[in-house]
Structures are given as structure tokens and as C-alpha cells.
């Protein structure tokens, strides 16, 4: 089973992975809402609003995909719907920020109106405005400094990660562009991983004190790993393989829920 084959992936809560763990937890990762979330239909990217009551995903294969939302009533999840900024274009990991006033997704669309459909693509933000959202707003060069700007991730103080191949190794490596006096700042490369390993989709902590990505060799055929890293300074720890009993499902795509410990992942699952 590939990881491209989005239709039998499903979102699963897997561990407590809170700041100060020196190893990886053993518990097996259970499936995220069976058949009203996770379903034949393909999801990834899960990523919740500040009261664990509304979902947002993507659905969809991978050329083709939108964003979806979906609440919590009585219990079960609601039938998901296209998320009102989403639909036209291939818009995919979305990221709620930690105190729910916005979101960061990725997207193809056009950086302009009446341009072409990027070869690729770029991140833009959409603002809570009441019960709705604003209109998407393309988030600056000083971010989108290339065409592969791919899989946010939030820090509370605004500070936003990232992943992009717009480097001379023409791998996708982790970034960060700091929040700075309204301003997103220069992004700077993370160096999570030796050479001749490549990074993707980051869930950052909301404080910042740790990360969570998958990762794997150049060139490998073998599946990405997920790993979890602790901030060091301005550095951080050696990245902590976090076990065959998560890397079993070929994991990608993470967000921390809104507890700021369970974390949520992509995996190929043949739900029930």
C-alpha cells in the first residue's frame, strides 16, 4: 500500500507527547471517528478548532482535494461539508491556529486573480470573522519564497512552520517564519535531520518546545518515519524515532489537537 493511495488513509490519535518525554510512547494509535471522519473517502490532515467541537481535513485524492469541515453534536460528527473558503482550487493541510482566530492552508490557487493555477503551491490564511471566515489572504514571500511552500503548522506566539523543496538539494526540509511586530520575518531552515534526509509536516507545539514530522532517506524506498524533537535554545534535541507502532501505518500529515498532546496523523488504514 502507497501513501499516495489516499482512500484507504484515516486519521488516528496516538499518543500523550508532552514536553520533557524522553521516549516514545507504546500505545498503539486507534482510528479517529470510523466512518463518519476516517472512511473509504480519504482524509489527512486533521486539525480542530480551540473547543475539540469542529474538525477541519482534506478529502479527496491527491489531485483533486478540498478542504472539509465537520462538528461534534451529541456525540458524533456531522456529515462533512466543503469548508466556505475552499472547493475551487486543490487546497489541502489546513492549520488551525492554536486559539482558533484563523487558518493557514495550502493551496494551487492563482496568486492573483485571472493568473494561472500554480504549478505547485503557496500558503494563504483566513481570518474567524464571526461564525464565517475572510476571504483568503496569500501570506508574504518572506513565506511563500518559492513554489513547494507545503503543511503548516502554528505556534501560539504566531510563529509558523512549514515545509518546502525551494532549496539547492530539492528536498523538502522544515522551516520556520517567525511572527514578529505584525510581520512574518525571513524563513529559516530548521536542520532537523543529517544530510541525505529530508523533512515534512511539522506539528509544533503551542508553546514552541517540541515538534513532530515524518522523515526519511533521499532516494529510499522505504516509508517516512515519525519522529519528535525538543527546542534547544535556538536549536533542538536529536529527533526520537517514535516507534514501529506508529511507522506501521506510514504516517504523515500531523497536527497536535487542541490539548496540545494528542497527536493526530495520515495513515494507510483500511477503516471498518
Not at 488551525?96 to 503551491?121: E, T, W
Request: glycine residues 10%; aromatic residues 12%.
Amino acid at each position: 500500500m502507497q501513501r499516495s493511495v489516499l482512500s484507504f488513509a484515516a486519521v488516528a490519535a496516538v499518543l500523550a507527547c508532552a514536553p520533557g518525554a524522553t521516549h516514545a510512547a507504546p500505545a498503539r494509535p486507534s482510528v479517529f471517528a470510523p466512518g463518519e471522519i476516517s472512511s473509504a473517502a480519504g482524509v489527512d490532515c486533521a486539525t480542530f478548532m480551540p473547543d475539540d467541537k469542529t474538525v477541519f481535513f482534506r478529502q479527496g485524492p491527491w489531485s483533486d482535494g478540498m478542504i472539509m469541515l465537520s462538528h461534534q453534536v451529541g456525540g458524533h460528527w456531522s456529515q462533512p461539508v466543503i469548508a466556505p473558503f475552499s472547493g475551487e482550487w486543490l487546497d489541502h493541510d489546513p492549520a488551525v491556529a492554536p486559539d482558533g482566530s484563523f487558518i493557514v492552508y495550502a493551496s494551487n490557487r492563482p496568486d492573483k486573480p485571472g493568473d494561472a493555477p500554480l504549478h505547485g503551491g503557496h500558503l494563504w490564511r483566513v481570518d474567524r470573522a464571526g461564525d464565517g471566515w475572510s476571504e483568503p489572504i496569500r501570506l508574504p514571500d518572506t513565506v511563500n519564497f518559492g513554489t513547494h511552500i507545503f503543511a503548516p503548522g502554528i505556534a501560539a506566539n504566531g510563529d509558523l512552520y512549514f515545509q518546502s523543496r525551494d532549496n539547492p538539494s530539492h528536498q523538502f526540509h522544515l522551516y520556520r517564519s517567525a511572527w514578529r511586530d505584525g510581520q512574518y520575518q525571513k524563513a529559516v531552515r530548521l536542520n532537523l535531520m543529517p544530510d541525505g534526509m529530508h523533512e515534512l509536516d511539522p506539528a509544533i507545539a503551542p508553546d514552541g518546545s517540541f515538534i513532530v514530522f515524518d522523515a526519511g532517506r533521499n532516494g529510499s524506498s522505504e516509508p517516512d518515519r515519525l519522529y519528535l524533537a525538543f527546542r534547544e535554545g535556538e536549536g533542538w534535541s536529536t529527533a526520537i524515532d517514535l516507534g514501529d507502532a506508529i511507522d506501521a501505518y506510514q504516517p504523515w500529515g500531523a497536527h497536535l489537537g487542541p490539548d496540545g498532546t494528542t497527536l493526530y496523523f495520515t495513515g494507510n488504514h483500511a477503516t471498518q
